[in-house]
């Protein structure tokens, strides 16, 4: 290997360790924040030293559980975002399904529609959506958190062209052994599709994990709070310890790093297979 050849891969190699640091870096300082004291905190604020995890101390994840209830924030989103992600699953899957199997009239139509969905943010229909859950009475409750984020435009997407590449062979020799549609779907094609699954589950716990605007807008109280509203208003109780709030900040983090790393394989696969592009 030619020396032009090695400067070449080391400039590229440390080119891509900076990338990486830049993007760790916030993590990694929060993280490392939460383990010091306040005071500590604000005075190496700016310099290399705040990201060296010196004199570690657990204090400041101590004052976050007895400043506010965390148990109960972290209870609502695990249990809001869980069931939007489940559910999700079941309907989205059922729907892609529908459009890449199933022959039906005005099948074509209806896609176009879904495929439409994709283009409208959660802000344009903020407000009818608002006036229509007063309508129901869901307001200050898990349904009004859970119900609106079932249905998703891209998973269908997703769901929609991974099951275009599955073999047709597959559900018509379970047509011959007398399976139905729903039998066909849950014995054949379920099983033949963990990885869109996975990038779905992903995707979709992710998106409703930092849900910040709608939380805002329908729940008052505590009692069905989730993490990103409650963090937002840990920032603004007296004293401000950042600290605390980075030790927060680091518990709220915590459970997505651990739903990616466990289904980290099968989201890679995901991946590819539906074709998703960064």
Known sequence: MSWRRLVSMGLSYAALLLLAFLFVSPILLMLTGSMKADARVLVEAGSFRAFLPLDVDLQNYRDVFARVDFGRYLFNSLYITGMVVLAGLVVNSLAGYAFARLAWRGRRVL???VLAIL????EAIAVPLF??????????????QIVPFIANAFSIYLFYTFFLGLPRELEEAARLDGAGVLRTFIAIIVPNSKPVFATVA????????????????????????????????????????????????????????LVFLFFQRWFIRGVVATGIKG
């Open 119 to 122: 283009i409208l943010p959660l």
């Open 111 to 113: 896609f176009g529609l």
């Open 202 to 257: 992903i995707l979709s716990f992710l998106s409703q994990w930092g849900v910040f605007l709608w939380p805002l807008m329908v729940t008052s109280g505590e009692a069905v709070r989730p993490l990103p509203l409650a963090i937002a208003t840990f920032y603004t109780l007296p004293p401000l310890q950042w600290g605390d709030i980075f030790a927060f900040g680091v518990m709220m983090v915590l459970p997505i790093l």
């Open 131 to 144: 006036y229509q859950v007063t309508l129901f009475g869901w307001r200050d409750t898990y349904l009004v």
